[in-house]
Nanobody, 124 residues
Framework: QVQLVESGGGLVQAGGSLRLSCAASGSIFGINFMAWYRQAPGKQRELVARISSGTSGGGTNYADSVKGRFTISRDNAKDTVYLQMNSLQPEDTADYYC???????????????WGQGTQVTVSS
């Protein structure tokens, strides 16, 4: 069984910063991508940032709305992904979810797993 546990959410003023963390644990034989999504009240869940596997850090991609403000990174040794969020704005207020493609057996397929979410609130 695999768990993704997010931390680091909270309340911050506009212009401030937060760093989210998501640690994967359990029967893990490999992780290909790790990503952050967010869902604001009344809106659909959207991709914020994604990082692929790779010993050199992995390729990244970002939603246009966060480019230049957010940075995704991962620590493969800890099966952890981070999201550094700078210059936060009220429109960044949402529940942030961690997502990862994880293989739970040596020769198995990668399956998508989700964390429970962490709330980020940015006040104006």
């Amino acid at each position: 069984q695999v768990q993704l546990v997010e931390s680091g959410g909270g309340l911050v003023q506009a212009g401030g910063s937060l760093r989210l963390s998501c640690a994967a644990s359990g029967s893990i034989f490999g992780i290909n991508f790790m990503a952050w999504y967010r869902q604001a009240p009344g809106k659909q869940r959207e991709l914020v940032a994604r990082i692929s596997s790779g010993t050199s850090g992995g390729g990244t991609n970002y939603a246009d709305s966060v480019k230049g403000r957010f940075t995704i990174s991962r620590d493969n040794a800890k099966d952890t992904v981070y999201l550094q969020m700078n210059s936060l704005q009220p429109e960044d207020t949402a529940d942030y979810y961690c997502n990862a493609g994880i293989r739970t057996t040596e020769l198995g397929y990668f399956e998508s797993y989700w964390g429970q979410g962490t709330q980020v609130t940015v006040s104006s």
